[in-house]
């Protein structure tokens, strides 16, 4: 059973900063792609920042600047670094792996709060 398990939510005021953890139960290769999402009450989940196996990364125009996704292959980590965090950053962040067996994988979601 593939797992990914977040960590590193919380509570942070406007400005400051957080990083995610993804970790996944295999390796991390065994996924094509990558990503952190976002969801708030009443919104549909909205993708954040994606990375390829490849380690090319995609980004949501909002957080462009101030969000950094990288991945670890050895310790089959995946991070999302966010600095300059908003209230509107506030959310659910989940952790999301498309396999090469073709599922998609999701975390049990971490809470992020930025108060302003």
């Known amino acids: 059973q593939v797992q990914l398990v977040e960590s590193g939510g919380g509570l942070v005021q406007a400005g400051g900063s957080l990083r995610l953890s993804c970790a996944a139960s295999?390796?991390?290769?065994?996924?094509?792609?990558m990503a952190w999402y976002r969801q708030t009450p009443g919104k549909q989940r909205e993708l954040v920042a994606g990375?390829?196996?490849?380690?090319?990364?995609n980004y949501q125009d909002s957080v462009k600047g101030r969000s950094t996704i990288s991945r670890d292959n050895v310790k089959n980590m995946v991070y999302l670094q966010m600095n300059s965090l908003k209230p509107e950053d506030t959310a659910v962040y989940y952790c999301?792996?498309?396999?090469?067996?073709?599922?998609?994988?999701w975390g049990q979601g971490t809470q992020v709060t930025v108060s302003s």
């Open positions: 999301n792996g498309v396999h090469i067996d073709g599922r998609n994988y």
């Open positions: 295999e390796n991390i290769f065994s996924f094509v792609f």
């Open positions: 990375i390829a196996k490849g380690g090319s990364a």
